[in-house]
């Protein structure tokens, strides 16, 4: 069972493209979140998805970046108009639903520098 | 607002010793609190999952206690190895249930040969 995948690992843009971040959950897992960490700061939450509906965004910046978990495919992660202050490693985590609430797996990260 | 501290920030000691790091969090109204370990330059590993019910959990050389009512948890390292060397992270499910989990700052463990 391959664990939760990520591409592409490293990302370079300059300022003012598009930046987009793929998600593969574990097999199985019908949750996704998002979370980035900032250099010298700790993993902060983005967002949250299920198929094809996004449950909590509460973390995502109001502009620029937006996500979505379609029925078919990967999760992504779309950063439009990236500024060096986007520069961070991103994650992807996935879970399935338990009893006792939800284990999530994380992905090996997608590192993005903006120059 | 729901926040996570972790001290100490960073902390080395010599193979062999056993080990204790320290989580705190400010609203006890957790569903689960989450340990992981994260190399540098990689992702990270889950090490135990507590759930709100349970006391404590073990695997292998870890022993992750629980205490709710105080908002801590303690994550136990028995007969340190270098290879345990690591940032190690607390994360807490809060309140909403929804596996959105707030996390510490970490602690850096170095364990010197």
């Known amino acids: 069972n391959a664990g939760v995948m990520q591409n592409p690992r490293h990302l370079v843009r300059r300022r003012g493209q598009e930046a987009r971040l793929r998600c593969s959950p574990m097999?199985?897992?019908?949750?996704v979140y998002w979370y980035r960490q900032l250099p010298e700061e700790g993993l902060k939450f983005m967002v949250y998805?299920?198929?094809?509906?996004?449950?909590?965004e509460s973390g995502m910046p109001k502009e620029r970046f937006s996500a979505e978990f379609p029925k078919e495919g990967p999760s992504i992660l779309r950063i439009q108009q990236v500024v060096r202050g986007d520069s961070a490693a991103y994650f992807c985590a996935s879970s399935q639903v338990t009893v006792g609430g939800y284990e999530q797996y994380f992905g090996p990260g997608t590192r993005l520098t903006v120059t | 607002k729901q926040e996570v501290t972790q001290i100490p920030a960073a902390l080395s000691v010599p193979e062999g010793e056993n080990l204790v790091l320290n989580c705190s969090f400010t609203d006890s109204a957790i569903y689960n609190l989450q340990w992981f370990r994260q190399d540098p330059g990689k992702g990270l590993t889950s090490l135990l999952l507590i759930q709100s019910s349970q006391r404590e959990q073990t695997s292998g050389r870890l022993n992750a206690s629980l205490d709710k009512s105080s908002g801590r948890s303690t994550l136990y390292i028995a007969a340190s190895q270098p290879g345990d060397s690591a940032t190690y992270l607390c994360a807490v499910d809060g309140s909403s249930n929804t596996g959105k989990l707030i996390f510490g700052q970490g602690t850096t463990l170095q364990v010197k040969p």
């Open positions: 097999k199985g897992h019908s949750h």
């Open positions: 998805l299920q198929k094809e509906n996004i449950i909590d």
